[in-house]
């Protein structure tokens, strides 16, 4: 084989360098020299210009292989192959010599001839431990193209026997130890992941990547305390940020919020500029619905990553939920600028219009992209592409509905259906909760029992099916059904809530209570615990239990003093009674500054403002809360109540005749014939004064 000039001089030089590597491949069985012996010449001597042959050539080999990683160029590696396999022609035994080869083959992309190479290497010599790591890379590399879940088990299969076999021959090798407890993983062998992993840590304590993988594994299935408890003591030992990240990460898992934060703050503190710590800083800090400090920290990271489009579109986010929405539409237009046509930020911006009650708009950007992207793709329904159109079809779906365009909803959601398994099982349960909120309960309830008659043990379809009787004040036959999901497990918890519920719009208030109680008794921390006591003070308001109410609502507060549901029902709560107006109004604005476009709290503002005799202000928020549901029979009672108050009685009385339709449509559950009876006494009474008013006795002719 020819060799290059420049080659030919570091060859000489490098010779030396080499021997000892090479020294590894001296020939197994020297007596096949010594046959192989030409007449006239000593069997020692052949012995030794044959074992400078293999040197030489295995040296050569080793140098172009250099040379080949350096440069790229393959003719390199093709010369690099050729002088390994002279090599072997001289000693087809050498475990090196076909280790070398193998790993030469891998690398210019022979993969085939790597693992027969590789394969020999170990034939000859079991305990290569660079053959099996050869074997091992090529196994895992192959994951990633293979297109059968059976030809990928048996990759995997493959690369744990080489693992295995790794370990087995050096037991200190974390790295392979890594990669082995990932596939135990991958195949869900938690147990072997575990012992493998905990053995790493047993001898490098401070190793992150195990005490990360050990932290995932716990709390994939279920155990996040202990995740919490490896990761604290490992962060106090190591005061390490990525550790520290590790524990926000657990803490977020387990929802405790206020931890989860500390533990990112000190993971920034030691590392300010890593976005990661930043990023999970943010998302506790919205959790706990502190917007303006996770607003700042997404500044800090457009700073720190400018090219990054994300962190613009989740500020719109926060500005959005705070009802600035010029510094919404800002940052989306930067979004824009770095990312155009990007799905997310197009998505925010539909989001953005809806929230301002522009629903054409919003409806014409998602519509435009459903067209987009079909038009891009001829098959609709491949999986990637499904799962984007069926994300644009249920937000257009959502625009349809809350601008109460229930048939046009309906129609969005059929069409998302018809992407796929996923996107019909996701499709069934939007026409369904469209079916409710246009009051056909009847038909909301035969959609749900078609998809359980498609799926008998889907627990969300029957608790559905539970609520959806709940909406018909059918409390005995939802009592029934969530009953018998009830297991006694922790699990139970959510159950409890659901019947809570049901018995409450049934007027069962005592059984009500008791299942609430019992919600609150199995709470796993403090969010299942607020969401039992605010279900106790909703069944106590009801029941005109006001002192009760209100101590259940202050727990709640004091838990969390941003809970946007639980400020708005306490607050409304005291403006409906005429007491301690100004607290509750206070209480009030909060829940509005929380959530500005919420129908509910707009309504409860309007009427604590009402209730101070504050008519404008009064009239400003229940004429919002009507723009965001029309339907409502109890905003619109209100609104024509301020219009009476301020002496508007035909505006009024065109109020109240639409409130006393929508009671009239109302679910049974919803239905308030004390309230029904007082608009429509109202109604007769303003009639009668208006046709008073229009008939007065005619001008005298003159």
Same mark, same amino acid.
Request: cysteine-free.
């Given at each position: 084989m020819p060799v290059k000039p420049i080659l030919s001089v570091v060859l000489l030089t490098a010779l030396c360098s080499v021997a000892a590597v090479a020294a590894q491949s001296e020939p197994s069985n020297p007596s096949n020299l010594v046959a192989q012996n030409p007449a006239g010449t000593s069997p020692a001597a052949t012995a030794e210009s044959k074992r400078a042959d293999v040197y030489y050539y295995f040296t050569l080999g080793h140098l172009l =292989?250099?040379?080949?990683?350096?440069?790229?160029? $393959?003719?390199?590696?093709?010369?690099?192959?050729?002088?390994?396999?002279?090599?072997? =022609?001289?000693?087809?035994?050498?475990?090196?010599?076909?280790?070398?080869?193998?790993?030469?083959? /891998?690398?210019?992309?022979?993969?085939?001839?790597? @693992?027969?190479?590789?394969?020999?290497?170990?034939?000859?010599?079991?305990?290569? @431990?660079?053959?099996?790591?050869?074997?091992?890379?090529? $196994?895992?590399?192959?994951?990633?193209?293979?297109?059968? #879940? =059976?030809?990928?088990?048996?990759?995997?299969?493959?690369?744990?026997?080489?693992?295995?076999?790794?370990? /087995?021959?050096?037991?200190?090798?974390?790295?392979?130890?890594?990669?082995?407890a990932r596939l135990y993983r991958f195949e869900n062998q938690h147990g072997e992941a575990e012992k493998v992993l905990r053995s790493v840590l047993q001898r490098e304590p401070d190793n992150e990547q195990a005490l990360e993988q050990l932290s995932q594994l716990l709390m994939d299935q279920g155990r996040s305390q202990e995740a919490v408890g490896l990761l604290s003591q490992a962060a106090n030992d190591s005061s390490s940020p990525d550790l520290y990240d590790m524990l926000g990460d657990a803490y977020s898992q387990q929802k405790d919020w206020p931890k989860a934060e500390d533990a990112y703050r000190k993971a920034i503190e030691q590392e300010p500029d890593e976005p990661t710590h930043r990023q999970g800083l943010a998302q506790a800090l919205i959790a706990q619905?502190?917007?303006?400090?996770?607003?700042?920290?997404?500044?800090?990271?457009?700073?720190?990553?400018?090219?990054?489009?994300?962190?613009? @579109?989740?500020?719109?986010?926060?500005?959005?939920?705070?009802?600035?929405?010029?510094?919404?539409?800002?940052?989306?237009?930067? /979004?824009?600028?770095?990312?155009? #046509?990007?799905?997310? @930020?197009? +998505? %925010?911006?539909?989001?953005?219009?809806?929230?301002? #009650?522009? $629903?054409?708009?919003?409806?014409?950007?998602?519509?435009?992209?459903?067209?987009?992207?079909?038009?891009?793709?001829?098959?609709?329904?491949?999986?990637? %592409?499904?799962?984007?159109?069926?994300?644009? +079809?249920?937000?257009l779906g959502l625009v349809y509905r809350r601008a109460q365009n229930y048939p046009e909803a309906i129609e969005t959601f059929q069409q998302m259906g018809k992407l796929g398994p996923d996107g019909q099982k996701r499709a069934e349960m939007l026409l369904i909760d469209t079916y409710r909120e246009d009051r056909d309960i009847d038909r909301a309830i035969a959609e749900t029992k078609k998809a359980l008659a498609d799926s008998p043990n889907d627990p969300n379809l029957t608790v559905t099916l539970a609520m959806l009787y709940g909406e018909k004040a059918d409390a005995p036959e939802a009592t029934k059904l969530l009953q018998g999901m009830l297991q006694g497990n922790p699990n139970d918890q959510e159950i409890y809530i659901d019947l809570a519920q049901v018995q409450e719009r049934g007027k069962q208030y005592p059984e009500a209570e008791k299942s609430a109680e019992k919600a609150e008794q199995m709470a796993h921390g403090p969010a299942d615990k607020a969401t039992a006591w605010f279900m106790l003070g909703a069944i106590y308001e009801r029941q005109k239990k006001f002192e009760q109410a209100e101590q259940e609502f202050r727990k709640v507060l004091e838990q969390n003093p941003n809970n946007a549901p639980a400020l708005n029902y306490y607050g409304y709560m005291l403006a409906d009674q005429g007491v301690r107006l100004d607290e509750a109004t206070s209480l009030i604005q909060k829940a509005v500054k929380r959530e500005p476009n919420n129908g509910a709290y707009l309504d409860s503002l309007g009427w604590a403002y009402y209730k101070q005799n504050k008519l404008s202000e009064a009239e400003e928020y229940l004429r919002k809360a009507v723009d965001r549901d029309s339907h409502d029979p109890t905003i619109l009672s209100h609104l024509g109540d301020v219009y009476l108050k301020m002496g508007q009685n035909e505006r009024a009385a065109e109020t109240l005749e639409r409130a006393l339709s929508e009671w009239q449509k109302a679910v049974p559950a919803d239905y308030d014939a004390q309230k029904v009876n007082q608009v429509d006494t109202q109604l007769k009474t303003l009639k009668k004064r208006l046709a008073q008013k229009s008939s007065p006795d005619a001008p005298r002719p003159q």
């Open positions: =292989e250099q040379q080949f990683e350096t440069s790229g160029q $393959y003719e390199l590696a093709d010369q690099s192959i050729d002088a390994y396999k002279k090599a072997l =022609e001289i000693d087809p035994d050498s475990s090196v010599a076909h280790e070398r080869l193998a790993e030469i083959d /891998a690398k210019s992309q022979h993969i085939k001839d790597a @693992v027969l190479e590789a394969n020999q290497a170990l034939k000859i010599d079991p305990k290569n @431990v660079d053959a099996h790591r050869l074997l091992a890379r090529i $196994y895992i590399r192959s994951l990633g193209d293979m297109s059968t #879940g =059976e030809v990928q088990k048996t990759s995997i299969d493959k690369a744990i026997a080489q693992f295995q076999a790794i370990l /087995a021959l050096q037991p200190s090798d974390s790295y392979s130890a890594l990669w082995l619905e502190k917007y303006p400090e996770a607003l700042a920290q997404f500044k800090k990271l457009s700073e720190l990553q400018p090219a990054t489009a994300e962190n613009y @579109v989740r500020m719109a986010e926060i500005y959005r939920r705070l009802g600035q929405f010029d510094q919404a539409q800002s940052s989306l237009l930067r /979004a824009k600028e770095l990312a155009p #046509g990007n799905l997310q @930020v197009l +998505y %925010n911006e539909a989001l953005l219009y809806e929230d301002q #009650g522009q $629903y054409g708009e919003a409806i014409k950007i998602l519509t435009d992209a459903i067209a987009s992207m079909k038009a891009q793709a001829k098959d609709s329904t491949a999986a990637g %592409n499904a799962n984007a159109l069926a994300i644009l +079809y249920e937000q």
